[in-house]
């Protein structure tokens, strides 16, 4: 268990790493068609990243957590990245949210910086419904929205998404499934070459996502987690380590 929760320690920080030269040829082979695709399936990587349990924190609750999101392969048209010879690719980030007094409002934030990749994020979760002890085995049922800024050395975009959570508050094992849209705009920035006129060139593209986890806590307050994806088609997948009080 303490070798599986460092493996989990390091993990987001080696996507993090592994996205950052993912996207090293983006100028190289960047073209106006291109990138929607792009923006799809990077959007889908952040929307992913949104809601590990449909429960609310509610006031004085605080969680924080390291999550990475892996697509198995790029879409079939995201030639920016199947013509620089990429695979499998991820990003990870950073989140840290806190219930807000006399509302049943959590309030997030997150973001990573690594490599020339920056992305920097906020949201909102209600909770809007909240299992007790006479209501255990109802799921915990949430609706959540983030709003992402995203910038690279040679793009930068934003990203909007709006989730529904729902999951078990059962003792150690907690199932989760999250049904999610993104909607997700890039635009090409500081390309050279034969791509320099693409330069101040969007693309916008609005896609469902879905996933599927489970979270456990094997110590006290930590817990860890992980979820098979559906992002824009694609499959996916999730893993993080998080303290939750």
Do not use: W
């Amino acid at each position: 268990m303490k070798k599986l929760i460092l493996t989990l320690c390091f993990l987001p920080f080696a996507a993090g790493i592994a996205a950052a030269g993912d996207f090293d040829n983006f100028n190289n082979y960047a073209s106006q068609a291109y990138l929607k695709p792009f923006a799809k399936d990077l959007g889908g990587l952040l929307g992913a990243m949104d809601f590990n349990s449909g429960r609310s924190l509610g006031f004085p609750g605080f969680d924080v957590n390291a999550t990475a999101v892996v697509q198995a392969d790029p879409s079939s048209d995201n030639l920016i990245l199947k013509n620089g010879g990429v695979d499998a690719f991820g990003v990870a980030m950073l989140q840290a949210s806190a219930g807000l007094p006399l509302t049943d409002l959590d309030v997030a934030v997150r973001g990573v910086s690594y490599g020339g990749l920056s992305i920097m994020g906020a949201g909102l979760r209600y909770g809007v419904f909240k299992s007790g002890l006479a209501t255990k085995f109802i799921p915990d049922i949430s609706v959540g929205a983030f709003y992402d800024v995203i910038d690279f050395d040679y793009f930068k975009g934003s990203h909007m998404s709006f989730d529904v959570a729902a999951s078990y508050d059962l003792p150690i094992v907690k199932p989760y499934a999250v049904v999610g849209i993104d909607r997700t705009t890039i635009e090409a920035q500081e390309l050279t070459g034969a791509n320099a006129s693409l330069n101040g060139v969007d693309a916008t593209v609005t896609k469902p996502r879905y996933s599927l986890g489970v979270r456990l806590s094997p110590l006290p307050l930590v817990y860890i987690y992980g979820a098979y994806n559906i992002i824009h088609g694609e499959n996916g997948y999730t893993a993080g380590l998080g303290v939750r009080f």
